[in-house]
């Protein structure tokens, strides 16, 4: 079946740092990803849709100089939390469809914990 | 029982029991539904799918229920083991141009007494 993987599944560090995680669709390619994040014990907030090859879109509230995607191959995208801070600790979450209609499922890698001191 | 407020709902049951978990979508033209199974500190893992075309769909343990004239979902898992302790959402395609995500519910968390 189709495999979405997260890398790193935990972060801890220090405010002012940035942070990459990486997401990869392992058996398939994936012209577009999803980022999501989700606070405890809430849903899951869509936070951009990653393009292959363009500029990712963003959803209303989500700052895109704040939180930089970048969607480089049909494999993998990258998002990055810049200058991070105490408030943008939460748990990210990538997910992309192996067929890419819309009426397809969803798979989601494990996640990424992240911790802001 | 089951309780609702700012926090994910809660429905408790127990071991061997059938859970049904309910869900109210948003749209009336959404074409495709899934239910999603999330256990702590993991990514939603898929359970089971069903398309607007269909009322009632069944695979192992679980069955889901479609009924479009109020608009509501539901999850029932036969036989509740505690392995079956997460949060359940349920996520809806909006039909639109291009590959656009879920929209996902608010979800329901199920715990199961053993």
């Known amino acids: 079946g189709a495999v979405v993987s997260q890398h790193p599944s935990r972060v801890i560090c220090k405010s002012g740092t940035s942070v990459k995680i990486e997401c990869r669709s392992l058996?398939?390619?994936?012209?577009?990803m999803f980022w999501y994040r989700q606070f405890p014990k809430q849903s899951l907030m869509l936070m951009a849709t990653?393009?292959?090859?363009?500029?990712?879109?963003?959803e209303q509230g989500v700052e895109k100089d704040k939180f930089l995607i970048n969607h480089a191959s049909l494999t993998l995208s990258t998002l990055t939390v810049t200058s991070a801070h105490p408030e943008d600790s939460s748990f990210y979450i990538c997910?992309?469809?192996?067929?890419?209609?819309?009426?397809?499922?969803?798979?989601f890698g494990d996640g990424t914990r992240l911790s802001i001191l | 029982g089951e309780s609702v407020g700012l926090h994910l709902p809660t429905l408790s049951v127990q071991e061997g029991d059938n859970s049904i978990i309910n869900c109210a979508y948003s749209n009336s033209a959404s074409d495709y539904f899934i239910w999603y199974k999330q256990e702590s500190g993991k990514g939603p893992q898929f359970i089971i799918d069903i398309r607007s075309n269909m009322d009632k769909r069944q695979g192992q343990r679980v069955t889901v229920l479609l009924n479009k004239t109020v608009k509501h979902l539901s999850l029932q898992i036969a036989a509740t083991q505690p392995g079956d302790s997460a949060v359940y959402f349920c996520a809806e395609n909006i039909p639109a141009s291009g590959n656009t995500p879920l929209v996902f519910g608010k979800g329901t968390r199920l715990s199961v007494i053993a």
């Open positions: 997910s992309a469809r192996e067929n890419p209609n819309s009426n397809q499922p969803q798979h």
């Open positions: 058996d398939f390619q994936a012209t577009t």
């Open positions: 990653s393009n292959e090859g363009s500029k990712a879109t963003y």
